[in-house]
């Protein structure tokens, strides 16, 4: 079932520049540290994050068997 996740980034608070190497913090309405967590490797999550910007709304699934989230379009 798609849930809505907020997603955090790093970023270089002088420049205001993403660090696209970095893990990124994913939290959701699920309470523990299995859901909320850092994630790393999603390339196409990070690429539509905008300039300036340090978090946005993205829709995702929980994948029970790999137990990790499977992102889908970014909501705001």
Do not use: H
Not at 11 to 39: H, Q
Not at 53 to 75: H, Q
């Amino acid at each position: 079932m798609k849930e809505i996740v907020v997603v955090t980034v790093a970023f270089d608070w002088e420049t205001g520049e993403i660090d696209f190497k970095a893990p990124f913090m994913v939290n959701s309405n699920r309470p523990g540290t299995l859901y909320n967590r850092l994630c790393e490797n999603e390339p196409e999550v990070i690429a539509q994050i905008r300039a300036g910007e340090w978090r946005a709304r993205f829709e995702a699934v929980w994948d029970d068997e790999t137990e990790n989230w499977k992102f889908g379009k970014r909501v705001s």
